[in-house]
């Protein structure tokens, strides 16, 4: 297995052709459409931006790709250091692989678990790839300091954090363990100056490791020196027709 | 993993494994149990890998239970394998086992832990002895061993050591849980079974549990199957979720994916009920 984003024959590393997405609601027995026919390629080391009006779909389009969500339309080539997949048909389990070795995401949310201290949580993806605890925790808190997150938080509960040092904690989680792929899904919303600034250095830092990233900004000025392509999402999002009576009929027990 | 949705606008089915290699901790197909007339599980399929979480989810009646019982050998399904990838029972059908063997399977490779700590404990002996039981039905025999090993089991299950000799009688609903957690790993099962097993409890000992059943899945790498009705419990402990109506498989997929987007109409339902 090749190095981490190293591999000269894995370009591009992402080619997206066609994609779109769909939301079919069946108690309403219609579908919502999102983004639609979205085509790009995607080098290690590259930043692509999406932009466009709230509702366009920008974190559809994000979790479509993490797989969070599914679609009929479109093809997304991934080289992985296991081989060439197709992230919209990979099996489930290929996925979980994935999420743990190469592709990550950075919500602007943390999950935090009641009774799990910050930096346990942090510490918690290398765990889960077999590092010691020790190792882990003195990493976890190396990340917590540089997010600035105040030594005296690091053994407390995250539950009773501002939103702001919640988001400290969670981008330290998201960014501890090494990837390939990162997306980024408004991670500077609701961060201080200070944080916003170790946040662009980490990526800045990633970048030349030859990390590629898709990235929702809410300050894109934070981070336009590091953009290596933009695509903007429209903004009208037209209502498909409905679905059929059939599929009401299931809807209706 | 993929279950037919029938007469829906269908997603594309997905790839067989490719990047993942390793051989299934659990393999299930067309596994199917009626009561007379009434089918509780109608051809329900899955396969877990190493140290996943398989979530099972539905309403009351939908078959979760009925599957648990069936993939703890407590019942014959009309229908179905069952394989667990041990080497000493490496492709058999467990289905297939005499009645002593099937006995002998369920003690030393599947634990499991019941929503009534009753079906799984002796509620006036001690808690330690409880676990060694578990221990002595596997042949153990030296005292010192079924001490230290039952002493070890509940130690992981986050026990306190200086209630061992208390029956679980006059222990808490958390507390009961832990042992029964205990008693069901002593033996360092290939699948553990857990079947709601925060309903009921308070919702700070519920995050407890939660938190000991994650950190034994990350520290030990224990598949798991978890039947549970709150989504919550599920979202936490899950990496994959089956969607059970009526007996069969609705809908499945990653846990995000499952209750973020999900595809069928009673899984839409269900999700949102819930949130």
Known sequence: MTPLGTDPAASPLLSVRDLAKRFEIHHLGRQVATFQAVDFDLDAGEFLMLGGANGTGKSTLLRTLYRSCRTDTGTAIYRSARGPIDLLRAADIDIAWLRRAEIGFVTQFLQARPRISAEDIVAEPLLQSGQDHKTAIGEARRWLDAFGLKPTLWPAYPSAFSGGEQQKVNLARALIRPRRLLFLDEPTASLDRLARRALVARLEELKRAGVAMIGVFHFPEDIQHLVDQQIILDADTPLADPVSQGDMADVAE | ?275
């Open chain 2, 1 to 275: 993993m993929n279950a037919p949705m029938t007469g829906l606008a269908m997603m594309p089915d997905l790839e067989p494994p490719r990047l993942v290699d390793e051989e299934p901790a659990v393999v299930v197909s067309g596994l199917t149990k009626r009561y007379g007339d009434f089918t509780a599980v109608d051809q329900v399929g899955f396969t877990a890998f190493p140290g996943e979480v398989i979530g099972v989810v539905g309403e009351s009646g939908s078959g979760k239970s009925t599957l648990l019982r069936l993939l703890n050998l407590e019942e014959q399904p009309q229908a179905g394998t069952y394989t667990l990838g041990i080497k000493s029972c490496a492709g058999v059908n467990l289905f297939t086992l005499g009645r002593f063997e099937s006995r002998s399977t369920r003690v030393r490779h599947i634990g499991i832990v019941y929503q009534n700590p009753h079906l799984g404990l002796h509620m006036h002996h001690t808690s330690g002895g409880n676990v060694a039981e578990r221990l002595l039905v596997a042949g153990e025999r030296s005292f010192h061993a079924l001490r230290r090993r039952a002493r070890a089991a509940l130690d992981a299950s986050e026990f306190p050591m200086d209630r061992i000799d208390v029956p679980p009688l006059t222990l808490s609903g958390g507390m009961q849980q832990r042992v029964q957690l205990a008693k069901a790993i002593a033996l360092e099962p290939d699948l553990l079974l857990l079947d709601e097993p925060t309903t009921g409890l308070d919702v700070s000992v519920q995050a407890l549990v939660l938190d000991t059943l994650k950190r034994l899945q990350r520290d030990r790498r224990i598949t798991m199957v978890i039947v549970s009705h709150d989504l919550g419990v599920i979202r936490t402990l899950a990496d994959r979720v089956l969607v059970m109506r009526r007996g069969a498989v609705v809908e499945a997929g990653l846990t995000d994916q499952v209750l973020g987007d999900p595809q069928h109409p009673y899984t839409q339902q269900l999700v949102h009920a819930k949130l």
